[in-house]
């Protein structure tokens, strides 16, 4: 934990951390040391963590990277850090993400942008380590803690773990407790572990996971131990590679990964299938309407009364202007345009064009994967994304859709339920980490990360 915390002192460059919390994590440190002394033997047992500013951690400002929620600082922890807690494991700090999770390169923080450690070449531009989980990808690429919290709700632990060359799983949808984490999309978003090692994800997921009575989308099933679960036998498992994750123009290295990420399975005894997922072509547009329509619903309780920032009013001013001033001043303009889209997709004219339509288009993507499933598959490979890190600063001025197609392979997962992890499988031309996604059975959550552990 000291370690840690010096290193996070130094890491002012990497913008990872936004809020640290040394006396907790000493204090939780020295719970550990005890617990340890005296024979305990759980895993996450005295582990320095960064958590994700989503979380809400009692007593510890919980700003979701956004301004509106500026001087926040909660009165309960969410069921996830307090499970971590449970475990014996201890708090570094809060972490950098784009706010409210809206984002794939953690540039729309009311913190600034989170930076990779990697760099291109001998290159000095630079690099998102991706988002929105970008603060928990930079903080243990960096070593600056031994793991981090991160939530995904189409593609946040994934992209940025994939870009920073750490593991990260998003579980299955319920697996992880929502209460306490700020909601963004609410059918899509699970907390899930950011790890350097499949190992360490199992230890940590199996920390995280567990029904809770507070959030009625908790789903009631034993926990398996799922370390345990790490055999690296995967003879006989059927893999399957879908045909429509070939895209237009992904940058044949990426391809070239996917087909020795093929390699390697096969080499451990698996069987290689070719599948179709047929409306994965539908997924982006289908998010891209259901996690706005979402959002829109979730952040109308920013209202400058109940949470964080209220803009001063003028005289006369009654309260429909306290909720414009608020809103306008607190909320980014990647969050305006999220609460913009959402509530045009869910109006009365336009909700049964847009919003029930991206529903019917989500049943039919989650139809592919089970019709999969059903026809023997145990587990599907696909690259994680479409490319490397980029800079910072070169997808932002433009259309903001070419930031969107980053998580072109990621959001399918969301849209299905289903647990997906990313490895770090390699590096690309100039020597930045890529990463392979597999996508699991729901509920399959070790069987997943044993097939990840064959690929590590
Ligand atoms: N990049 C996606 C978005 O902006 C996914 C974000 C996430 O998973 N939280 O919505």
Redesign the pocket.
Known sequence: TQACLSAIETSGSLNAFVHNTPEIALEQAKAADARLAAGDASAMCGLPLGIKDLFCTKGVPSQAASGILEGFTPEYESTVTQNLFDAGSVMLGKLNM?EF????SNETSVYGNAVSPWRRGNEDTPLTPG??SGGSASAVAADLCLAATG???????R?PAAFTGIVGIKPTYGRCSRWGVVA?ASSL?QAGPMTKTVRDAAMMLEAMCGHDPKDSTSVDLPVPNFEAMLTGDIKGKKIGIPKEYHMDGMPDEIEALWAEGREMLKAAGAEIVDISLPHTKYALPA?YVI?PAEASSNLARYDGVRFGHRASLAAGDGITEMYEKTRAEGFGHEVQRRVMVGTYVLSAGFYDAYYNRARRVRALIKKDFDDAFAAGIDAILTPATPSAAFGLGEMTDEDPVK??L??VF??TV?LAGLPGISVPTGLDHQGLPLGLQLIGRPWEEGDLLNTAYALE
């Open positions: 784009d999770a809206m984002g794939s988002g929105s939530t995904d709700t189409g593609g946040s632990i992209q963004f978003d998010y996690a930031m969107y980053n998580d990621t959001v969301n």
